[in-house]
């Protein structure tokens, strides 16, 4: 049986494979609304882009919502860990 693995949000996994677009979606839902403590904003533009890579058009418009209540600066963050998350996975 799969297992998704959330200890860490950077080390998502499921079923031992790296998670799709689907679980990358979903952890920045979480991200977005505080699933899981204070909601940030940064974090879940981080999700939603790396889902948006991987396919997930939800994704895409997820992000596009939530950059119009953050700053330069906060999407440029979001962005660079995007892109290290990417390197790394």
């Known amino acids: 049986m799969a297992r998704l693995d959330l200890g860490s949000p950077d080390l998502a996994i499921m079923g031992g494979q790296p998670a799709g677009p689907d679980i990358l979606l979903q952890m920045g ?47 440029a963050d979001a962005q660079r860990a995007a892109r290290e998350w990417l390197s790394l996975h």
């Open 29 to 75: 839902l979480d991200c977005a609304c505080g699933r899981h403590g204070a909601a940030d904003l940064v974090a879940a533009h981080k999700w939603f882009n790396i889902a948006a890579v991987k396919g997930s058009q939800d994704a895409v418009r997820y992000r596009k919502e939530i950059s119009s209540e953050m700053t330069r600066s906060e999407i």
